[in-house]
């Protein structure tokens, strides 16, 4: 069985900086694309950042500059660094991670963490 586990959020006032972190663990072959995404209320979900396994990143405008993806291959972990949070940077942040096990390739979703920015 695989399991994909966040860890890292909760209160910041606006400004301020949270670190998120996830890590996946099973019978893993290997981990091809590790992303965050996140769902505000009465948003539809969206990709906050994606890396590899070789480090090519990916970020929308609203968070490039701010917020910094980072993965540890041995430890099949990936790390989400927000900096220059904002009110709007508010929601549920999910964990992605593209799986290869004996079964096949799938996509396997964290539970998801709070993120709240508020003063």
């Known amino acids: 069985q695989v399991q994909v586990v966040e860890s890292g959020g909760g209160l910041v006032q606006p400004g301020g900086s949270l670190r998120l972190s996830c890590a996946a663990s099973?019978?893993?072959?290997?981990?091809?694309?590790m992303g965050w995404y996140r769902r505000a209320p009465g948003k539809e979900r969206e990709l906050v950042a994606a890396i590899t396994g070789g480090g090519n990143t990916n970020y929308p405008d609203s968070v490039k500059g701010r917020f910094t993806i980072a993965r540890d291959n041995a430890k099949n972990t990936v790390y989400l660094q927000m900096n220059s949070l904002k009110p709007e940077d508010t929601a549920v942040y999910y964990c992605?991670?593209?799986?290869?096990?004996?079964?096949?390739?799938?996509?396997?979703w964290g539970q998801g963490t709070q993120v709240t920015v508020s003063s």
């Open positions: 099973g019978n893993i072959f290997s981990i091809y694309v």
């Open positions: 992605n991670a593209d799986i290869y096990t004996v079964a096949g390739r799938k996509s396997y």
